[in-house]
């Protein structure tokens, strides 16, 4: 403990005592994530002036040049696809389905885990479920022995919709979902290890929410 | 102080911002003290800021904001800790096993005001403060640390420790024979201040 005898004549031995009480506790000193902030903003900036279905933007960690390039990325890539009405895999879709429109684009940011990673989720509830196609950039391949699980969630509760490994680099993947994606708002993705059961690891490498 | 809280009930990014700074380390103090540190507790901080903008069409301007923030943020935790701690629907485990016990509303309290007191600190106090009490050096080693001399380290701990102890007066030992703590002043808390 700190030499604390000379700190100061008005406040007492008991007193310094109780403060010092007070003030170890790592929780009481534990600051927040330096990239919550701009989470804090853009939550608060998409919820302000967005509906269900606006693309969210959620940044990278900590990165304010990395938030601005991948949202005007992100922006052109859901502008691309409801402007030209293909990408991303959309061309197949169901005749009897919403329209394009009524797609639900989620903004999927990297965490802690993999701060570079970022992703747009194209969700479209059709007959047969919840289509989801989620293109990934900046994500690593799943190391062998690992695979990434997708996940819709909702307070605790996550549901699977699907694996994938990304050996191949890049691209969009297909999952597919039995949930629907109003009742289960957060998407997140995990890093899995084979022959680690069904449950999620709680590695979670991406995550993004659904409009509220 | 109301033109800051109009900005942010318009969702102006930099007023956001602007309260976000002021609270966040005391908002996710107490989410930590609930959930843990970690993915949960910022899950929380965000989640407390959200709710608060939401609902600060109906914030009382005659009341502080500390206490209304810290009400959101505690019921905001406790919502997430039940959430993550009870079994889930699909038969998965929950993504994260939390295993602590929600604090009092007392003592979560008394840990916001504490890190609110921190915060209120000078930057090279505040240094001062965190290398004594959460790495438990001496002062000669928080001079070394700092590399400044010990005579400054003592009087910035002095100070620090007034400034402190003057903030938390109500947390600390009463003076009389008793030596029992003050009640905390929580006039201004009440539980759910979210409306």
Do not use: C
């Not at chain 1, 509830?125 to 950039?137: D, K």
């Not at chain 2, 900005?7 to 908002?27: E, H, K, L, P, Q």
């Not at chain 2, 600060?56 to 935790?77: E, G, K, M, Q, V």
């Amino acid at each position: 403990m700190s030499d604390r005898s000379d700190d100061g004549h008005d406040v007492s031995d008991h007193e310094l005592d109780a403060l010092s009480d007070l003030l170890s506790p790592p929780a009481v000193w534990a600051d927040p994530d330096p990239g919550l902030e701009d989470r804090v903003v853009a939550a608060v900036a998409e919820e302000s002036g967005s509906r269900p279905g606006d693309l969210r933007h959620p940044p990278a960690p900590g990165r304010n040049e990395r938030r601005h390039l991948w949202v005007i990325g992100a922006a052109g890539v859901l502008l691309l696809a409801l402007a030209l009405g293909i990408g991303l895999g959309l061309r197949d879709r169901d005749d009897d389905g919403p329209p394009a429109g009524q797609d639900i684009v989620v903004a999927m940011a990297g965490t802690e885990l993999a701060p570079g990673a970022s992703g747009v989720a194209e969700l479209r509830e059709t007959p047969q479920g919840l289509r989801v196609l989620l293109t990934v950039t900046g994500l690593d391949p799943a190391p062998p022995g690992t695979y990434y699980q997708g996940w819709m969630r909702q307070d605790g509760d996550g549901v699977s919709i699907g694996t994938f490994h990304l050996r191949g680099g890049d691209g969009t993947i297909e999952l597919w979902g039995g949930v629907p994606a109003q009742d289960y708002p957060v998407m997140t993705v995990s890093l899995q290890e084979e022959g680690g059961g069904p449950a999620s690891s709680g590695q979670v490498v991406l995550r993004g929410e659904l409009g509220s | 102080m109301d033109e800051l809280l109009d900005r942010f009930r318009a969702g102006d990014a930099d007023a956001v911002r602007a309260i976000y700074r002021t609270y966040a380390g005391a908002v996710h103090t107490v989410a930590a003290s609930v959930v843990g540190d970690g993915e949960l507790a910022a899950d929380v901080v965000q989640q407390t800021f959200v709710k608060a903008w939401r609902a600060a069409a109906s914030f009382d301007r005659n009341r502080d904001l500390a206490p209304w923030l810290y009400s959101i943020a505690r019921r905001t935790a406790i919502d997430v800790l039940r959430a993550e701690s009870r079994p889930t629907r699909g038969g998965h485990a929950p993504e994260v096993e939390v295993a602590v016990t929600p604090l009092s509303f007392e003592r979560a309290w008394e840990v916001y005001e504490v890190r609110r007191a921190i915060d209120d600190l000078p930057d090279e106090e505040r240094e001062v403060i965190r290398l004594s009490h959460l790495e438990g050096l001496t002062h000669a080693e928080i001079a070394e640390r700092l590399d400044v001399p010990p005579g400054t380290v003592k009087s910035r701990s002095f100070r620090a420790h007034r400034r402190l102890a003057a903030a938390l007066r109500h947390l600390l030992p009463s003076p009389g024979p008793a030596g029992a703590a003050n009640q905390p002043d929580m006039a201004n808390v009440e539980e759910g201040g979210e409306r």
